[in-house]
Every structure is written in C-alpha cells, then in structure tokens.
C-alpha cells in the first residue's frame, strides 16, 4: 500500500522542484521579495505554526529528559531542529513539502522495520526478557527462603551513622538490632512500645518518611542473624515486619558466576544468556543476547515446521492471488455493468455494492464465521434447510469460504477503483477505434482493458500485499483451522503465513513466546512481499507504454 | 496563494507528527505525575494497574491508604486480555507498575521472565484460602496477593430438574426425562475446543493434566496419557456421536439455550449467571463421567509485585496490610462478584447469597490450573484434539498423538 503513496509524494516534490528554478532567479534580483525574508501574513502565520511545532517538540524533548528516554530524545531533537532549519531556509524547498512525511516514514515505518530486523538476531522471549543485571537480581530474590517455621519479627528500621540496620523484637520480647557487617546483637536498653523496637541505644529510629526516601537500600538490606551464613538473615519487604531467611543462590560479581549453595554447583554464564552449569542445567531466568542468524537456522531447520511451512506458503500464494483475481474480476464486471447509461437507479445500486466495504474486516469476519457454524449457523439452518455443511471445520470447504468472504469483503473496492478508471477513459480514443472499424470485444480488448490495467495495476499489486498479510480475516474467521491432521504443531489448512508466524511466536498464548523467530520469520515474509511487489511493479511499466 | 496553504498544510502535519511522537511516550507521562509528587510528599508513590471490573474497587482503597500514608496512588486502567504482554515487556524497561491485577496462571512465565518480586504474607497468609496461596505458589515463594476465587460448577434450572444428577449418565437421563431439546449443555468453541470447560469429566476418569507433587504444586510430567487418558477419550467420542456434546455448542450459543429453558443443566461459571436473570437457579458439583470425583481447575485473582519496583516498601505495605484486610476483599467482591480469596470475606458473601456459596463449596474440591510455563504447549494441542475427537476422530490414535505432540513440543 505504501508504494503508490510514496510514489506521488516523489512525484509531487519532483514536479514542485521544476517549477522552483524559474520563480527563484526571478527573486534573486529582489532579495527582499522571499518568502522567508517579507514579514507579510504568510510569515506571520508560518512564525505562529512554527512557534506551537516548537512547542509541541520542546515539551517532548523535556518528557523524554524527564523518563531518561535518550532516544526518543534524540529522535524528536533532531526532528525538531530539522523543521525549523527546513521551514527558515530559503534553500530547502522541496524539504519543506516532503519533511512531515519524512518524519511520518521514519517513527512509523523504518524505526518499525528496524527494530525488527534487530529483534530478529537477538532471542527476546520468555525467559530471555530483561537485561542481564535484572536476570541476577530475579534469580536471587526469587531463590530466598523463609527458613521453616521461624516467626514474625516486628522490624524498626534503624540508622548507625548513616549505615542502616534492623532493630526486630523477638519472641521473647526481647530486643536485638544489627546491620549489614554487623549481626544481630541484644539491646538490653532498648525501649519497646506496642510490640515494636522505638528507642535503641548506639542506634537512631529511622522514621518513615526516610524509609520511603531509602526503599531501595531498606528492601536489598539483609542483617545477618549471628556469624554463622547458616542461620540466615533478617530481611524486611514493608519496613514494618522482619522476616528471616536463607538464599540458595550466591552470586560473586568478580569472577561473573552463581553458586547454589545448597548443592555447591557454580553456574558460569553462556552465550544464550543464561548460566549454566558443568552439567548443562541451566536456571530459569535468562536475558536477551545477540544469537547471529540463529532464529532463520531454526526458522527453517526445525523439521517439525518443514511439511507444514511449505503447505502454508503454497495457500498464502493461493488466497493472496486468489483474492485478488476474483476481487478485481467481480468488481470489473459490475463496474462495467453499472458504467452502462442505460441502467436506471445506478447511483442506488452502486451505493449498495459499497455497504460491505464500510463494514469493518474485523467485525465482519466475525460475522461471517457465525453465519458459518455448521449447526446453528444461518447459512445452514436458514438457506440450506438444516443441511450441516462443516463450513469452516473441512480443510477444503474452508479454503473456499475464507475466499468467498474475502470476495465479499473485497470486491467494492475493487468496483470503486474500477469505475473510477472506466470513467476517466479518454473517449477520443473509443472513437477511434469505432472509426477504425473494431467490434465490441476487439475495443474493449485492446483498449479499454490495457488503459484500465495502467491506472488499476499498482492497486492491484498493493492488493496482493495486503491480502498476503491478511491476519484479520484468517484470525477471525477461521483461527488458521482446521488443523493438519498428520502434523505435530498447532497450525491449520487456512493457516497463512503471517498467522503462522503469530502462532509460533507464542504471542496468542498457545506456545512459550519467541519474539526473536517471529522478528525473524516477519524478515523473510518482508522479503517475499518485497520482491515479488518489485518484479510486479517492474513489469507494469510496460502497460504505461502504451500511453 | 497556493503557496501558503500548502506551507499552512505542511506545518499542521509536522504539528501532528509533534503531537505523534509525544503520543509514542504517552505511556511514561502517564507515570510522570506520581513521580513529582514522590519528591515533593516523599510518601512515596505507586502506580497500579486494573481492569474496570476492578477500578472502582481499587481506588477505593487506595484512597484510604492514600489518606493513612499520604503515598499518592495512581491507579492506571488497563484492557485485562493486555495486561500480561505489557507487563512483561514494560517492567524490564523500569517503566511498567509497582503493582497489576493478573491471574494466577500467569505466574509461570512472569517468573521465568523475572518480571515478579515474591510477597511476604507472613500471618496475613493463615487468613486466605488455601487452594488461592498454592496457586500462587511457586517453589515454595507466595508471588501474588490473591483476591478472588473462581471456578465453573453444574448450574441447575430448578424448575427443569429438582435434584443434582451424581453422574453424567443421571444428568443425560435427567435431561432428556425433561424433555428439553438438549440435556445438558457444555460449551465448546469449534475445532479449538474448550478444554477448561471439559476438564472436570477428564478427572473423572483419573486423567489430570500434569503430576502433581505432595504439595500440590505440579510437575512438568505429563499425566493425561496412558488408559485412563484413553478412556477419556473414547468417551468423548461416544458423547460426541450420541449427540450430548458438540464442538458447534459456542459459549453464546450455550448460555442463550439455557437461558431459555431449552436445558436443564449447563456447566459453567459465575461469570454466567447475570445472564440467567429470572430463573431460579441451584449450583452443584459437575457430574462425574468416570469413577473418580469430577475436580475443575480453579483460577485465581490477585496482585503481582513489580521486580523493579522503585517503591517496594510501599507496595508490599498496600497489599500485604491493604489488599488483605476483609473490607477491601468484600468491596472487591461488591464490585467483581467474584468469591473472594479471604476466607472472611468469602465466608460474609457466602452468607448473602446462595449461588457464591454453591460455587465455593464445588471449588473446594477443584484444583488450582497449571501455571507452569510447559502449560503453554498443552493448552495448544488439547482443545484442538478434543473437538476433533467429539467430531468423530479415533479417540484412543488421536489422544494418544496428542500427548506425544505435546511432549515433543515441550522438549523442544
């Protein structure tokens, strides 16, 4: 779809650019006479215009500085002072047409591409989520243990000269205060008041509102509870009650490794980022790293996805085409029958061929996918007399009907453009022809369908990209089933590639999610829709040739 | 002339793209507030993720723990089916909540991804229902503070049927006996079936989905295979070909037919019940098909902690002294109409109104859904299978290729 557009903007910053040169050097001799430099309304308006985009971009820059979003920053920094440079310079005409779409293609589309082109050589997914600090960080806490049956301690948070420690209350009432160095030692002196630890000497009560200031530090503190590691140590989540635990998991930053200390294995991290042991076993947790062309090695090494990859590739290519033929061909056919003048109601009759186009995809795929079910269905119930027709549930019977509700939902578009096209022929050239002696057939043959193929071809090309990347409609109508029987992944016979792509990548819940091979598999469809868009868009020039 | 309006036409799209990308940050400004006012209240602040089922609630209660602590708590409203991809991909970036509503089978990805900071309920835990803290259990670490219990259950038209069917074979007799056009209803969803909703009768026949360890918590053992898992299936197939279940029975489909008297029985959950305004309805346990006790899963709600929670002390502070109080767990109640968690507060719904207790007493018996990541490769496979095989597939070749796909898909 992209392609048509990003054509006429070229061609409207070409066409504005050959008309600049004679306008400019007739300035050039009344300098004054520019438009960025005379102080008429026009400049007025633009300084307005100008002066709310600046402000606009200012608060951006400033809610990215705040976020620490360096590149959000950065992006809409430049953007920002490329608008003012563009829109100040005498020099940059043709910029100033085309920059907001510049800036449109850049956040939308190449950031977009980009990142997934990074995402594709990285293993993001479950298990490989965050950063390698916070897969620590998550290993430790979540391998902590309340040792068994041991109580809970009210806790007062204290301070020993800046260094924070606990004061906890025992079961016995009594009261024993430490910190990090130093273990928990008694406090015969210490003042209790409802339970809680509220004066301790050596030490300074920490009020809350410090505590709020120092969470961070109050939430990583551990008081070890004597000298003995064995024993544990006090920790506290809500600065209120003391909590003591062991952790099974040791982390040493110098030499970069995880001991468990229960059973003495040290696991080294590896290249899929997670860490390993001597052994093999891995923990849980990982990060995400760069793996190389790792995703496309298993995107088309894995043999449980080859029968069915290439099942599915072989339907994208026949419901993309598919669609479009029958699309283009039912709205050519009642464009030209209701191009006929001598049909009375036309303008009724064409708006009425429009309804299904302003129905929304998603909506009606759904509808249809109800007036399909083979039981209650309408379609069954109503207009087949109760004949249980599986619809949707046949391999085959449900290739047709996602082509026949695709046909439904596509061919007003198809009619739009293919009036609009018929209306637009030259009728000099019909004349022609008429004088020139060709019948009906030989006219519309030779003529009407060349002429109607230039204005209709890159439309029709763009109609196959869409219709290969038609998600909606297979994820609303059928769900990509029925599934293959004889295959060993949760993929089916209406299965396209881009739906596949979203089952495999785990996104919709039924397999661990696999952003990484999505990315990558997004590439390769890219690639195919790509290539096949050039070579198509490449051999329509043939039919501007006739012009 | 033309000029201008198209310089006029170019600025506004630049002012657009201005308005765009601040639009691209919108999730971080929406943060920003609760920031400031930590520095200046030095309260600390919290940012809290719900659905709408649960906003009013929530807010309710952070109000008073906004007045009590003077923390400022922002409560952010969010679509529950986004919750969980956004809070797997916001909280590493440091930009995600301190605190969001989920369910409790999430768990297993959320902590395989790190993403989730284990509670310390400490005394507060001897209050909750046991079945909802082992659902938010793992390895021994509590990682939720759960509030709301839920599972499905034999909702009854007491007009159509007076007594609660044992087995499946009394409730078809019972059904049929009422002359209703289906004798018992259970929802499925087409050729992805509904395993959830048929889970009960599989345990009937002895056939859970994964071991379970002494503790409950489940293994990644496969247990559904073998004969008793065969015999699942074939009687699927049986149920299938005499016309008692149908892969074309689509939740709508079930609870319109229900509603209108055209079956006496139908297996599901609370969240049915608003629509069966009118009749008088009696929840009982799901008939067995096999010879051992029907058991359905069991969810749980509840709140997950941040990992990289800024505000941990205030957070576990909110749940573990606010969220956890009965007032809060009845207001959730009040507002969800789900049974809560706390078994106070379950035991003051209970006591007003006989459906909550009939859906407790059938949940004390059920068992809490997988959450184990492995879960994720079963969940694909199952349904499907199932569906097939009440459509007329060989039940024991199809069971049985099922469980080695599963298998293979979770080595892999």
């Known amino acids: 779809m992209s392609s048509p557009q990003v054509t006429s903007a070229a061609t409207t910053a070409g066409s504005s650019g050959d008309d600049v040169p004679p306008r400019r050097r007739g300035r050039t001799s009344r300098p004054d006479a520019s438009h960025a430099r005379s102080y008429g309304p026009g400049f007025i308006a633009k300084l307005v215009l100008m002066a709310v985009v600046d402000a606009l971009g200012v608060y951006v820059v400033w809610s990215a500085w705040t976020q620490d979003s360096y590149g959000i920053l950065a992006v809409s920094l430049a953007l920002l002072v490329a608008a003012n440079w563009v829109y100040f310079t005498r020099r940059a005409l043709a910029l100033k047409y085309i920059l907001p779409g510049l800036g449109f293609l850049l956040v ?27 897969a620590v960080e998550a290993l430790l806490v979540q391998n902590e243990r309340r040792v068994e049956g041991s109580p809970s301690l009210p806790l007062t948070v204290v301070e020993d000269g800046g260094t924070l420690g606990f004061a906890v209350v025992g079961e016995d009432g009594a009261v024993t205060a430490g910190t990090a160095e130093q273990p928990l030692s008694a406090q015969d002196d210490a003042t209790v008041q409802d339970g809680r630890a509220t004066e301790v000497p050596g030490y300074a009560v920490v009020d809350r509102e410090q505590i709020l200031e120092r969470q961070d530090e109050v939430t990583d503190l551990r008081v070890p509870v004597s000298d003995d590691p064995e024993d544990g140590s006090i920790r506290t989540t809500d600065a209120r009650t003391g909590y ?33 042991a001597a052994d093999g076993s891995t923990l849980a947790v990982g990060w995400r790293v760069p793996v190389g062309f790792d995703n496309f090695v298993t995107a088309f090494s894995d043999g449980r996805y080859a029968q069915p990859f290439l099942k599915i590739l072989v339907w994208t290519f026949v419901f993309a085409i ?22 009375r109601g036309r303008r009724v009759y064409r708006t009425l061929m429009i309804l299904p186009y302003a129905v929304p995809g998603f909506l009606a795929a759904l509808l249809w996918s109800g007036l399909l079910n083979t039981r209650f269905g309408y379609v069954n119930q109503v207009l087949l007399g109760g004949a249980e027709i599986p619809w949707l549930t046949d391999p085959f019977l449900a290739k047709l009907s996602v082509l026949a509700v695709n046909l439904w939902l596509g061919f007003p578009y198809m009619f739009l453009i293919c009036t609009g096209a018929l209306q637009s022929l030259p009728s000099d050239v019909m004349e022609a022809a008429r004088i020139d002696g060709a019948g009906r057939w030989r006219t519309w043959r030779s003529i009407t369908l060349p002429l109607l193929l230039v204005a209709t071809a890159p439309l029709l090309i763009s109609s196959f990209a869409f219709n290969f990347n038609n998600f909606t409609l297979i994820y609303m109508l059928t769900g990509g089933g029925p599934r293959f029987a004889d295959a060993s992944v949760p993929l089916g016979h209406t299965d396209i590639l881009i739906s596949m792509v979203y089952s495999i990548s785990g996104v919709d819940g039924s397999a ?15 690639v195919i ?19 | 002339m033309r000029r201008s309006i198209l310089l006029a036409a170019a600025l506004t799209t630049t002012l657009a793209l201005g308005a765009c990308s601040s639009g691209g940050s919108g999730d971080e400004t929406t ?28 807010t309710d209660a952070a109000q008073s723990f906004e007045d009590e602590t003077g923390t400022a708590v922002d409560v952010v409203l969010k679509n529950f089916d986004e919750i969980r991809a956004d809070f797997l991909a916001q909280v590493p970036t440091g930009e995600g909540p301190d605190i969001t509503v989920g369910a409790h089978d999430w768990l297993g990805e959320l902590t395989t991804n790190g993403v989730v900071a284990p509670l310390e309920l400490g005394d507060t835990a001897a209050g909750f229902e046991d079945v909802s803290l082992a659902a938010f259990t793992q390895d021994g670490q509590v990682y939720g503070l759960p509030y709301a219990i839920e599972n499905i259950a034999l909702i009854r038209n ?61 293994t990644s053992e496969l247990a559904m295979g073998g004969p008793e898992g065969q015999a699942y299936a074939e009687w699927l197939g049986e149920q299938g070909a005499a016309g008692n279940l149908s892969q074309d029975t689509t939740y709508d489909i079930a609870v319109e037919a229900f509603k209108n008297g055209e079956s006496p029985f139908i297996v599901g959950g609370p969240w049915m019940i608003e629509s069966f305004e ?57 507002a969800g109409g789900r049974p809560p968690a706390l078994t106070a507060a379950a035991d003051t719904a209970a006591a007003d109104d006989p459906i909550v207790a009939g859906f407790r007493e059938v949940g004390a018996d059920a068992v809490p859904m997988p959450s184990i990541p492995e879960m994720a490769s079963v969940w694909s496979f199952w349904g499907v299978t199932e569906a097939a095989i009440v459509n007329g597939a060989d039940p024991v070749s199809s069971w049985d290729k099922m469980i080695e796909d599963i298998q293979s898909a979770m080595d892999a």
């Open chain 2, 31 to 58: 943060d920003e507030p609760s920031g400031e006012s930590s520095s200046t209240a030095s309260g600390g602040s919290l940012t809290i993720w719900v659905d709408e089922t649960r906003q009013d609630a929530v």
């Open chain 2, 278 to 334: 009118g009749l008088d309805l009696s929840i009982d346990p799901v008939p067995a098909a096999g010879d051992q006790p029907a058991q359905p899963f069991v969810g749980v709600q509840g709140f997950y902690l941040s990992a990289e929670s800024d505000d941990a002390i205030v957070a576990n502070d909110f749940l573990v002294n606010y969220m956890s109080t009965e007032d809060a767990q009845v207001a959730l109640y009040e």
């Open chain 1, 512 to 526: 661990t999610k696999d952003f990484g091979l999505a990315s990558a598999l997004s590439i390769v469809i890219f």
């Open chain 1, 529 to 547: 829709v790509g290539g096949i868009s050039a070579l198509a868009f490449r051999s329509t020039r043939k039919f501007e040739e006739i012009n």
């Open chain 1, 108 to 134: 939308f589309q190449i950031f977009v591409v980009a990142y997934t082109g990074y995402v594709a050589f990285t293993n993001y997914g479950t298990g490989h989520n965050g950063t390698k600090d916070q």
């Open chain 1, 322 to 343: 598919g669609s479009v033929v029958t699309t283009f061909l039912l709205g050519l056919f009642l464009a030209i029958v209701f191009n006929d003048t001598r049909l």
């Open chain 2, 158 to 218: 007491t007009a159509l049927a007076d007594e609660a069917p044992a087995t499946w074979d009394d409730a078809i007799a019972a059904g049929e006996a009422a002359g209703t056009k289906f004798p018992i209803l259970v929802q499925s969803d087409g050729d992805k079936g509904d395993p959830y909703t048929h889970y009960p009768f599989q345990t009937s026949f002895g056939a859970p989905v994964f071991e379970q360890n002494e503790d409950g918590s489940y």
């Open chain 1, 244 to 276: 003591v635990y062991t952790s099974v998991l040791e982390y040493d930053a110098a030499s970069d490794t995880i001991t468990d200390t229960s059973t003495g294995v040290t696991y080294t991290p590896n290249d899929d980022g997670q860490f390993e």
